[in-house]
């Protein structure tokens, strides 16, 4: 654990935000893993030097972001939790939803990240990428079900993103898909019951881009997908209005 944090000329809450952060530190430099436990409630009064209320603040402050988890009572303490993708985008997404993002603005944030992925893909011609990507054109022929087809088309277009190398945009492109399935999932709720129908099949589409980066083939490959977003997103905007705002999650 970090060196001694004392308290003193220092407020409770500055305190607590103080051991919250190296605790916090540790866990995202991976100091603390997954499932490790926290030291007890005593051992780490001692190592911060701070007081019992303090650390049980601390512990509030990153049980509210999902960094670890406590159980209470004299057999109790804390476990670490990895940070979770899926809930940086809920943060994320409630900070769009705030500032009146809507479907179009999120649809145009795709056209600027998948089509530029896709060029840096076919100018490597990375033979794993296009063994994975063909992996799941080939599940997606397989499969009659329309909800795991539309499941695997979205991994589809978030594997292109992530095999392109760059882990910044591999999360914005996950949140992307997150927000454009949660808002079709939203829309389609005011009508009937059941999941919403897939827009646009986009199976020969995908087929063909991973023929384009075998080739190597950059400014087809890039010009290929980004009309096939052109044809996703105006199949969408047949049956929603683009510029409604985002819903909160179901």
């Not at 605790?23 to 100091?31: A, L, N, S, T």
């Not at 512990?59 to 993708?85: A, C, D, M, N, Y």
């Not at 997606?140 to 088309?153: G, I």
């Amino acid at each position: 654990m970090p060196e001694s944090l004392a308290d003193e000329d220092a407020t409770p809450p500055k305190a607590a935000s103080l051991v919250a952060a190296q605790i916090r530190k540790q866990i995202v430099m991976g100091e603390l893993a997954e499932g490790d436990a926290l030291p007890s409630e005593a051992e780490m009064i001692k190592l911060l030097g701070v007081s019992r209320p303090t650390l049980r603040q601390a512990f509030r402050i990153l049980e509210t972001e999902h960094l670890i988890t406590v159980q209470r009572g004299s057999r109790g303490g804390g476990t670490v939790f990895r940070p979770s993708p899926r809930l940086g985008s809920r943060y994320l997404s409630d900070l769009l939803r705030y500032r009146s993002t809507t479907l179009a603005d999120v649809l145009a944030a795709r056209l600027m990240i998948e089509p530029a992925a896709v060029a840096q893909l076919a100018r490597r011609r990375d033979e794993h990428a296009v063994e994975v990507l063909g992996g799941l054109v080939r599940d997606q022929r397989n499969t009659a079900d329309d909800a795991e087809r539309a499941t695997l088309a979205d991994q589809f277009h978030v594997q292109l993103v992530e095999l392109a190398g760059n882990p910044v945009l591999t999360q914005y492109c996950k949140l992307i898909h997150y927000l454009v399935r949660g808002q079709i999932k939203a829309l389609w709720s005011g009508r009937r019951d059941g999941d919403p129908p897939i827009p646009h099949d986009s199976t020969d589409a995908h087929s063909t881009v991973v023929e384009l980066l075998a080739a190597g083939a950059v400014h087809a490959a890039s010009e290929h997908w980004r009309r096939h977003l052109d044809d996703v997103h105006a199949a969408l905007a047949q049956r929603w209005d683009l510029n409604s705002l985002l819903e909160p999650p179901q």
